[in-house]
């Protein structure tokens, strides 16, 4: 069964700190991929990376970052966090075909305040 | 860019009742995932559909994928208090995208 890891499962942090979300699959999936959920919202993605060192851009990638140097790992970076981005992050991996479903982490919610 | 509704937003049903959600997109898609939230819980893939007009069964859910591949739903009959989460629709758009343009979802709540 896939497992997909998200480091840490609640998060506080304050205004300006630089964040690390840290994401780990154990299938060798090829797709990683990083979401936000917000009430109403549903889930938006942020980047998602296809290989090692490869990142796109989601649909709203302002204020964050990514960095995948290892496949199993695809990290999340707020280089500066601010209060609009307190919210629900979810990870996901897949195969890297187009039919392949996403499976995802059990989420960090990470409040900035 | 591609944008998916889904409607509606909430639904609240009765033990026993269907309940049905809709998800339509502004362009054609390649195939349509349907996931399932639970209450706390993380989005947990339950079907794909590629094929225009496909239509899938599991257990008392059905799902459609529309002629034109521009619309889906997911229909349960008989709800259970099971059923309860947030149901959301995702489309892929063109082969070789690997981007899912997820829906906002509807929250079933069933009373027993």
């Known amino acids: 069964d896939v497992k997909v890891t998200q480091s840490s499962r609640y998060l506080v942090k304050r205004t300006g700190e630089k964040v690390f979300l840290e994401c780990v699959q154990d299938?060798?999936?090829?797709?990683m991929f990083w979401y936000r959920q917000d009430p109403g919202l549903g889930l938006r993605l942020i980047y998602f990376s296809y290989d090692v060192k490869m990142k796109e851009k989601g649909d709203i990638p302002e204020g964050y970052s990514v960095s995948r140097e290892k496949k199993e790992r695809f990290s999340l970076i707020l280089e500066s966090a601010s209060t609009n981005q307190t919210s629900m992050y979810l990870c996901?991996?897949?195969?890297?075909?187009?039919?392949?479903?996403?499976?995802f982490g059990n989420g960090t919610r990470l409040t900035v305040t | 860019g591609q944008q998916v509704m889904q409607i509606p937003q909430y639904q609240h049903v009765q033990e026993g009742e269907d309940f049905t959600t809709y998800c339509n997109s502004s362009?054609?898609?390649?195939?349509i995932q349907w996931y399932k939230q639970r209450p706390g819980g993380h989005p947990v893939f339950l079907i794909q559909?590629?094929?225009?007009?496909e239509v899938k069964k599991q257990k008392r859910l059905t799902f459609q994928f529309g002629e034109a591949k521009k619309n889906s739903s997911l229909h349960i009959t008989a709800t259970q208090t099971t059923d309860v989460g947030t149901y959301f629709c995702a489309g892929r758009t063109g082969a070789g995208s690997y981007q899912l343009t997820f829906g906002k979802g509807t929250k079933l709540s069933v009373i027993p």
């Open positions: 362009t054609t898609l390649s195939n």
């Open positions: 559909l590629v094929k225009s007009g």
């Open positions: 299938m060798d999936h090829e797709n």
């Open positions: 996901a991996s897949s195969l890297g075909v187009e039919v392949s479903p996403l499976h």
